[in-house]
């Protein structure tokens, strides 16, 4: 290693380092977690083996970076603080901070929503029509309907569909994580006439999206956006910046939408939040609850009330920590 750890605890440090690196996870981050902490107990003369609560929260108050950087620290140090106890080390693990995004998300109106699909479904949204007919209006009402990145959505292969259970499986993710998905019996079925239909004797297709440009490779990701803002112009849906700070529209709004809609189908079952959120953030294939949150911190006015409820329990779920 091009780097050297020198405190009481340097040893566990390498030690947890390799095990990350044989399971062949990326380390990248931890080694920065690890060079500052390290630094620092280096600094105080820590002698025993331990990471007492102190410690840590003293050390985090001498970090100077943004709430979300310093969570991805602390969820990295929440890992180590578990394989030391597992070891017969004292230690602990520190409690997340909210995390406070400069970025408010875009969250469509029902009927923005309705108005893109309608324009989706003709054939006039695109100059080539195979696209607009069979593929792109089902990978459009795959990304709303399981909420997944564009890119998992493309590289879906028909043996990752499984149409009798209406069970997606997941294997090309950001993190890394097989994760399984399913979808409603609607989606399931029009995923069996989409087939039937775009694929009817060509029992050799294995993608769901396969370019008609590149047999054998799915639509790059390009295509389907440059398609997707077509349809938002044609659906008259502005695609400008309302107030600083805010993103623009994406197809990750999608994704997005499909968060936030999630959220309200919970509600309206009556199904507490601090019960359904833990199921969200793994349906999304997110590490932690602080990146379904982003999601769910939008600022459109059409659903004041909702963000509302939704504040009052992230609140609740993550309460504020001092490290004062």
Request: hydrophobic share 40%.
């Amino acid at each position: 290693m091009s780097f050297v750890l020198r405190s009481i605890l340097s040893a566990e440090m390498y030690e947890y380092l390799e095990i990350l690196n044989g399971a062949e996870k990326d380390t990248e981050s931890y080694v920065s977690a690890f060079k500052s902490l390290d630094e620092y107990l280096l600094s105080i003369g820590l002698l025993e083996k331990s990471l007492p609560e102190n410690v840590v929260q003293d050390w985090l108050k001498t970090l100077t970076i943004s709430g979300t950087t310093r969570n991805y620290i602390i969820a990295r140090i929440r890992c180590f603080s578990r394989y030391l106890i597992a070891i017969g080390i004292p230690s602990t693990e520190p409690d997340y901070a909210r995390a406070h995004s400069t970025f408010v998300t875009y969250t469509f109106t029902d009927k923005e929503f309705a108005a893109i699909i309608d324009v989706a479904d003709n054939a006039t949204a695109n100059a080539v029509k195979s696209e607009t007919e069979h593929v792109f209006p089902v990978l459009l009402r795959i990304l709303y309907g399981c909420g997944l990145r564009v890119g998992e959505a493309l590289a879906l292969r028909w043996e990752d569909i499984d149409l009798v259970s209406g069970i997606i499986t997941l294997l090309e993710t950001k993190n890394n994580k097989q994760r399984f998905v399913p979808m409603s019996s609607s989606l399931t079925i029009l995923l069996k006439m989409y087939h039937e239909r775009r694929f009817e004797g060509c029992s050799n297709t294995t993608l769901l999206f396969e370019s008609a440009v590149n047999p054998g490779k799915p639509y790059l990701k390009n295509t389907f956006r440059d398609w997707f803002l077509r349809v938002m112009r044609q659906a008259n849906i502005s695609n400008e910046r309302k107030k600083h700070f805010e993103r623009c529209i994406s197809t990750h709004t999608l994704r997005h939408y499909f968060t936030f809609k999630s959220f309200q189908k919970s509600e309206m079952e009556g199904r507490p939040f601090e019960e359904s959120a833990p199921c969200l953030t793994a349906y999304l294939g997110h590490e932690t609850f602080f990146s379904t949150e982003k999601y769910l911190t939008t600022d459109y006015t059409m659903y004041t009330d909702s963000q509302q409820r939704i504040a009052t329990a992230i609140e609740h779920l993550f309460p504020e920590v001092s490290f004062e």
